[in-house]
Nanobody, 124 residues
Framework: QVQLVESGGGSVQTGGSLRLSCAASGYTYGPYMGWFRQAPGKEREGVAA????????YYADTVKGRFTISQDNSKNTLYLQLNSLKPEDTAMYYCASGGAYGANWAAPNTYKYWGQGTQVTVSS
């Protein structure tokens, strides 16, 4: 059964940090995995992505320098370290997998599989 399970969300104050995890099972891990977020009333947006084979990663300009995507291949787990959080980072964060090589990493329709999401709330 294909499954992605996110965890690690929570409520923090501005400037705080969180670490999100995405545990993958079945053939959901790679080759292209990403993190997306969606705030109420807004479209789902790409935050970061990684080619799991090479480790090459990509970031949205809004999070570059504050968020870090990483992986533990032995655990089939993808991570997103969120530092220097801002209220505008408040959203449901989703893990996605199954993206094809060469596709637009930030486009939701690049990915085949999605997790259920984990909520991140940043208060001022």
């Amino acid at each position: 059964q294909v499954q992605l399970v996110e965890s690690g969300g929570g409520s923090v104050q501005t400037g705080g940090s969180l670490r999100l995890s995405c545990a993958a099972s079945g053939y959901t891990y790679g080759p292209y995995m990403g993190w997306f977020r969606q705030a109420p009333g807004k479209e789902r947006e790409g935050v970061a992505a990684m080619y799991t084979g090479s480790g090459v990663s990509y970031y949205a300009d809004t999070v570059k320098g504050r968020f870090t995507i990483s992986q533990d291949n032995s655990k089939n787990t993808l991570y997103l370290q969120l530092n220097s959080l801002k209220p505008e980072d408040t959203a449901m964060y989703y893990c996605a997998s199954g993206g094809a090589y060469g596709a637009n990493w930030a486009a939701p329709n690049t990915y085949k599989y999605w997790g259920q999401g984990t909520q991140v709330t940043v208060s001022s």
